[in-house]
């Protein structure tokens, strides 16, 4: 795994100071966890990201192993992809539509239309998103989880996601589910470190803090 592109002590501090809130979960939860898996490659890390949209993590993980088994070497390659069939993709459990972003995804990585991995590190957000949605099933949301989870930048809020908004309900004890436009609002005070806050509320949803 690699570094966070930010210190997670100083990202961590940077919550407490900043909100009252925050400062009560983060003291009941913990250090900051958040880890950065930017040793894939662009196509395998996003053809897992479409994979996992939209499913538990139980039934996508199952998914995406017999993904990566189609194979030679278990590892997802863009120009193996291109070798495969609809019927190969469908059989190991992808949606119609899933198939065919990742097919898109495996073209667009292949004929240059996505910038390389190395490039799209210097590219600032806004950016990378433009460029990622740009494959068949990419929206923001998932080029977010890239930034996140792959390029380590501190300063995302996906504000459209269920458990980051399950999250803020709960840390601000609000009476109902807030709206991606709520989100925003009640979280930008905790820039430039809105991934770390983002990681705080997955928590709080997946342990079950949130209702």
């Known amino acids: 795994m690699s570094r966070l592109r930010y210190n997670r002590r100083d990202a961590v501090s940077h919550l407490k100071n900043r909100c009252d809130f925050m400062a009560r979960f983060v003291e009941d939860c913990g250090p900051l966890k958040l880890k950065v898996a930017r040793d894939a490659d662009l196509f395998n890390a996003l053809s897992s990201a479409i994979i996992y949209q939209q499913l538990s993590g139980k039934a996508a993980a199952t998914i995406h192993g017999r993904f990566k088994a189609l194979f030679s070497d278990g590892v997802p390659e863009a120009i193996q992809l291109e070798t495969f069939e609809m019927e190969d993709l469908r059989g190991v459990g ?118």
């Open 94 to 211: 992808l949606s119609g539509n899933k198939a065919l972003a990742v097919r898109d995804l495996a073209e667009k990585t292949m004929d240059g239309t996505l910038v390389s991995g190395r490039r799209m590190g210097r590219l600032d957000d806004d950016a990378v998103i433009k460029n990622l949605c740009q494959v068949r099933g990419i929206g923001p949301w998932t080029a977010q989880m890239y930034l996140i989870f792959n390029l380590g930048r501190p300063d995302v809020m996906p504000a459209t996601d269920l458990g980051v908004q399950k999250g803020v309900q709960y840390v601000y004890a609000m009476e109902s589910l807030p709206t991606p436009d709520e989100v925003l609002q009640r979280t930008h005070h905790l820039a430039p470190y809105r991934s770390a806050a983002s990681w705080y509320f997955w928590l709080a949803a997946d342990t079950g803090m949130a209702g």
